[in-house]
């Protein structure tokens, strides 16, 4: 149980376009979604939360119009890397809980900006 | 913000036991996490431990917590190959915020 999945698993991109990565809940009902990046060789950077039908909560120095974050459902929630160039190439991670509870991790999206 | 720290390497050989510590800072942690990443993938929960526990044994995983001292380890008895990954200890304080450490990269030599 509580499996977390992502897609797509690797994504290249050409600068200034946009990129959109969904995570889902496989097996359970998430009310709460979160995004992380990754640097290489890095620890993980939370970017965002989200709640199911509310707006993301969006960690300090992460600019909410670059990385949209929509929660339609309970068990999807989508990350948009508008305009993307090559500093936001970078492992992107997503995670659900239900409720304040543990956090299952998705397997992770490489995101390559040309 | 919250500040977890783990070392950075950590290599044994194969069959002998692993330690990972990690320090927190946040005396208000309800739960900390081990999780295991392996080479390009997503994190794995391990183990977890509630902060009103001192030890939590889970096959060969083997938490403990020094609440006084912020002090958290995992072992690993009888390491094998497929443990080499990173481990990243999480505190979670608040309602939803997990905390990461740097994360600790386990190489198990045969």
């Known amino acids: 149980g509580a499996v977390v999945s992502q897609h797509p698993s690797r994504v290249i991109c050409k600068s200034g376009t946009s990129v959109k990565i969904e995570c889902r809940s496989l097996?359970?009902?998430?009310?709460?979604m979160f995004w992380y990046r990754q640097f290489p060789k890095q620890s993980l950077m939370l970017m965002a939360t989200s709640n199911e039908g509310s707006k993301a909560t969006y960690e300090q120095g992460v600019e909410k119009d670059k990385f949209l974050i929509n929660h339609a459902s309970l068990t999807l929630s989508t990350l948009t890397v508008t305009s993307a160039h090559p500093e936001d190439s970078s492992f992107y991670i997503c995670?659900?809980?239900?409720?304040?509870?543990?956090?299952?991790f998705g397997p992770g999206t490489r995101l390559t900006v040309l | 913000g919250e500040d977890v720290e783990q070392s950075l390497f950590l290599s044994v050989r194969e069959g002998d036991s692993s330690v990972i510590n990690c320090t927190y800072t946040?005396?208000?942690?309800?739960?900390l996490y081990w999780y295991k990443q392996e080479p390009g993938a997503g994190l794995q929960l391990l183990t977890y431990?509630?902060?009103?526990?001192d030890m939590k044994q889970d096959q060969r995983l083997t938490v403990l917590l020094n609440k006084k001292d912020k002090h958290l380890s995992l072992r690993i008895a009888d390491t094998q190959t497929g443990d080499s990954a990173i481990y990243f200890c999480?505190?979670?304080?608040?309602?939803?915020?997990?905390?990461f450490g740097t994360g600790t990269r386990l190489t198990v030599i045969p």
């Open positions: 097996d359970f009902q998430a009310t709460t």
């Open positions: 999480a505190e979670k304080a608040g309602a939803n915020n997990l905390f």
């Open positions: 431990i509630f902060s009103n526990m």
């Open positions: 946040d005396s208000s942690s309800t739960y």
């Open positions: 995670s659900a809980a239900i409720a304040s509870d543990t956090q299952y």
